[in-house]
């Protein structure tokens, strides 16, 4: 089993930054992909970013492309998500999710979520 705990999120003013942590534990062999997701109030779970444990190669969806940054520490096993630029329709919450192929940005292709962290940005 793998266990995912998410921390960081919070409100705060479009324009400002926020980093969300996933820490991952557990049997994580199985398990070279990273990604996260998000989910707003009477949204389906949208893909954000995702990355390789291994090669360390990234994937991002359009949306947050430039203004996102999703990076990882395997010495901490902790995923991380920088968010700069942040736009109220950036409002949601944040999954961290965990899988085996990074380049997969449906949530069903991932075995493992995270309870989730709000981040809520205002106009």
């Known amino acids: 089993q793998v266990q995912l705990v998410e921390s960081g999120g919070g409100l705060l003013q479009a324009g400002g930054s926020l980093r969300l942590s996933c820490a991952v534990s557990?049997?994580?062999?199985?398990?070279?992909?990273m990604a996260w997701f998000r989910q707003a109030p009477g949204k389906e779970r949208e893909f954000v970013a995702a990355?390789?444990?291994?090669?360390?190669?990234?994937y991002y969806a359009d949306s947050v492309k430039g203004r996102f940054t999703i990076s990882r520490d395997n010495a901490k096993k902790t995923v991380y998500l920088q968010m700069n630029s942040l736009k109220p329709e950036d409002t949601a919450v944040y999954y961290c999710?965990?899988?085996?192929?990074?380049?997969?940005?449906?949530?069903?292709?991932?075995?493992?979520w995270g309870q989730g962290t709000q981040v809520t940005v205002s106009s």
């Open positions: 999710a965990g899988g085996p192929y990074y380049k997969s940005n449906h949530a069903y292709e991932y075995d493992y």
């Open positions: 557990g049997r994580t062999f199985s398990t070279d992909a």
């Open positions: 990355i390789s444990w291994s090669s360390g190669s990234t």
